[in-house]
């Protein structure tokens, strides 16, 4: 599936009530920060709200694409000036990917063409000049198979960016384990290990 941008996916009143419900988490630190290699950001794993867009917009992706899809999980992520990705691929609950643009701002996108050497190449090095740049706009969605495509962005250069990934795998596949939670919106709370116990974290 080659990367293409969906036109105001979702409405902007949504992307502002979206934006509003992230800036009363993070006053009441129930964000959580990680600060690694490629940056800054603040992070949501599986939470109601995330999950709840997921499922609602479940039939919307599935008409696009025309495909029987299933959500296994969702991820918001408020990121810092200068962050950036490398190349990268994303494991294989990430079949379908939706990238939300929630934030009025714009951070662009780029798709290694097939023909870039390397499984890693550093986007921060020379880049392919084949290689597919897309820059949604608050609204949008990029709609990808990230679990195929190696995907990077160069550094943000605004203040911050604050984007909400669907992901989506076909519907009754042996990944169809809303990533091995025991059900939606609980922040992973509770996850099943292979061995089938319950392995609780404070997401």
Known sequence: ?????????????ECAIISQYVDL???????????????????LNGDPLTDAVGLVY????????????SLTYTMLRRWKKDCFMD??????????TVVL???DNHW???FASNNQSGSNPVINGTQDEQAQILTPQQGDAVIFNAAETHHGRRPLKE??????????????????QKDNRQ???DNYQSRLRPNGDVWKINA
């Open 1 to 13: 599936m080659k990367p293409f941008i969906q036109k105001s996916f979702i409405d902007l009143h």
């Open 25 to 43: 988490l993070d006053r009441n630190n129930r964000l959580s920060k990680v600060i690694k290699k490629n940056g800054q950001y603040w992070q």
């Open 58 to 69: 479940l039939p919307k992706i599935e008409s696009i694409l025309d495909k029987n899809l």
């Open 87 to 96: 190349w990268h691929r994303n494991k294989w609950e990430c079949e379908v």
């Open 101 to 103: 643009q929630i934030s």
């Open 108 to 110: 662009s996108i780029a």
């Open 159 to 176: 203040t911050a960016c604050t984007t909400l990934m669907l992901y989506y795998v076909e519907k009754n596949s042996y990944l169809d």
């Open 183 to 185: 059900v939606y919106g």
